[in-house]
């Protein structure tokens, strides 16, 4: 009760903090540039003086969290990454000799790529298809619902949801585990799934796709009511059927949507890490790239410099994904 309360009081804080920042910044605004009982000319120069100032007063703040949250620890990830285990004596490239010498290094990396070739493609896929079936049946809203619903959870949470699923209990013991309980009716053995090497790594891809297929599902949901019924109707008269329509009529027309939403979904898996750090915690050749910069940065007595070059090798990955998805999602923007 006391961490509820502490919560909701910093909230509190927070909202009436930004309330009277906003109220209190645009009436000094108005003092410093009146408006009123003023010649015509001075009225219209401190409007236009205002309306410069006045959209800064609402993005600076955000701008300068922006810039201490994110560009800051850019520039200090940079500067750790040549610098020892302590982060106090220069080592030149040293970190990044060891890094690309790394076979731990290798198997984050391949890991990664496996989870960049499966995570995205699939929930692309799936949010796809179920987008185009739910728009046809009555009960659409409400199964679009319940497939949106993991998207509310937390990744953790999901993990410990998984974790139920894939429970393995060793000897006599009844499975709880929902799969293993399947497997057992069905008269097979048991299995420990998220041990079992390389299959384990699809395993724990089941729930970042479990999570994301809710939000390719909405995104595409809304491009697919975009396409014209002229030109469905038009396939339909040509004799066209179901599945040449779906892929030869509406895919192409949302197929912008489809790699802004298929890209968005590359970027969360490139820095994937909660899930494999709650399931498995990198063991069973099950690492990748989030997780080894953990526990590099935090473990094991800490090196600041190592993980540091890890985070710069996820954040090269990441920015010309990120600058691509931006030129899409802008082009398409000034297309409408």
Sequence with gaps: MGQLISALFVMSIGVLGCAIYFYGSNLLLDICFPTKNRPHLVIAKNLRITNTIRPWLFIGPALLALGFYLIFPVFDSLRLSFLDRTGENFIGFDNYSWLFSSSEFFESFKNNML??????????????????????????????????????????????????????????????????????????????????????????????????????????????????????????????????????????????????????????????????????????????????????????????????????IIMVLVIPIMVWNIRRANAEMEGR
């Design 115 to 312: 989870w960049l070739i499966v995570v995205p493609t699939a929930a692309t896929f799936l949010g796809l298809v179920i987008a185009t079936m739910t728009d046809r049946i009555w009960w659409g809203n409400i199964a679009k619902s319940l497939i949106f619903m993991p998207m509310a959870i937390s990744f953790i949470g999901a993990s410990v949801i998984w974790k139920f699923i894939y429970d393995f209990r060793s000897g006599d013991d009844a499975q709880i585990g929902l799969l293993n309980a399947i497997v057992v009716f069905f008269g097979g053995e048991p299995q420990a799934w998220i041990t079992i090497p390389f299959w384990n790594n699809f395993f724990l891809m089941a729930i970042l796709i479990w999570i994301q297929t809710g939000f390719a599902m909405v995104i595409l949901s809304a491009a697919l009511r975009g396409i014209s019924e002229e030109t469905i109707e038009a396939a339909v008269l040509d004799g066209a059927n179901g599945v040449q329509i779906f892929f030869r009529i509406m895919v192409p027309q949302i197929w912008g949507t489809i790699a802004v939403v298929w890209t968005t979904i590359t970027i969360l898996v490139l820095k994937v890490f909660d899930i494999v750090l709650a399931m498995t915690n990198g063991q069973w050749n099950t690492q990748v790239l989030a997780n080894q910069m953990f526990d590099w940065m935090f473990r094991g007595g800490g090196d600041s410099g190592r993980g540091a070059v890890i985070a710069i």
